[in-house]
């Protein structure tokens, strides 16, 4: 780490006491102030000098300041206001380095505003975490997504949804979403008391990159196929894809047991009665 990307800054504690930024419940606000910890988060995509990243909720600019500091060029979008002086002081840090736009992550063009191939790396918000994942999971893919990577911060819960294996309750349709075409691992659990204030439970940073999706797989075919298996995870396939035209067909087409449940299918086995619901919708 060079000593010029470094700037002299105060230290994260004055800067949230010098604009009055208390943590909002709201707003999902649980703030990292633990320099090698950061660092330790922004070195997860690999390096970043050069690259274009995206930041969702810098806050008080913990992250932004560690992301900053790899040498990427960095697009961060903060809905809260007071956050915003605290903000343009790193504009200001790091000249030409960052852009921060204020306003809401779930109504902006991410893809826009960041760039083709920005690496998304993120503390997020808890309320709107899964909702941005999935926007990115599913939309823009032709047939890499936009984005290089994504590294997120999320309660350990939701983190263990998007990795799990067939065979277990965390399995489910954000498993699905989040495997048939990117590799999804855990790539550090955090402990709660990282966080201003501690949230009540543990989390992870998950690491997803892309990969070239299954050939004639369409995703609308996957999530119905993933809708209607875990809707009713606790019945028999036979059961709970009953009501999808052409699933049942598929199963026997492909010899999957239609006495198993969706919990024992796996990612592999749902895209391919995707591809054959597909195929017999052609
Ligand atoms: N990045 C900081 C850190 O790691 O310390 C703050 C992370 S905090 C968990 C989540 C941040 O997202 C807060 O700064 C919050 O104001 C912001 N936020 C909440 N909802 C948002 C939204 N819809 N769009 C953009 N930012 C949002």
């Known amino acids: 780490m060079t000593t010029e990307l470094r700037p002299s800054l105060p230290p994260l504690r004055d800067v949230i006491a010098a604009h009055g930024l208390q943590a909002s419940k709201a707003l999902g606000q649980n703030f990292l102030l633990d320099e090698q910890l950061l660092d330790r988060i922004a070195a997860i995509p690999g390096p970043l000098k050069g690259e274009r990243a995206f930041e969702v909720g810098p806050g008080p600019g913990g ?162 196929l993933t809708a209607a298996a875990f809707g009713q995870r606790r019945k028999m396939l036979r059961q709970s894809l009953k009501g999808l035209p052409g699933a049942l067909d598929a199963l026997e087409a492909l010899g999957i047991d239609p006495q198993r449940r969706a919990e024992t299918v796996s990612v592999e086995e749902f895209v391919a009665a995707a591809r054959h619901l597909g195929e017999a919708a052609a």
């Open 63 to 224: 992250l932004t300041r560690a992301i900053l500091r790899t040498g990427a060029r960095l697009v961060a979008v903060e809905r809260d206001s007071r956050c915003l002086p605290a903000l343009a002081e790193l504009e200001t840090a790091f000249p030409g380095q960052l852009r921060v736009i204020p306003g809401d992550a779930m109504e902006i063009d991410a893809r826009a505003e960041a760039g083709d191939g920005a690496h998304v790396i993120a503390n997020l918000p808890y309320n709107v975490g899964t909702a941005l994942l999935v926007g990115w999971l599913s939309a823009g893919w032709s047939p890499l997504p936009w984005w290089s990577s994504l590294t997120l911060m999320f309660q350990m819960e939701v983190a263990e949804r998007i990795v799990a294996k067939p065979g277990g309750d965390h399995y489910g349709r954000l498993a699905v979403l989040g495997q048939w075409r990117s590799d999804a691992r855990i790539a550090m659990k955090v402990h709660r008391s990282a966080f201003t204030p501690p949230p009540k439970v543990m989390s992870a940073v998950v690491h997803i990159t892309p990969k070239p999706a299954p050939e004639g797989v369409q995703l609308k075919h996957l999530e119905r």
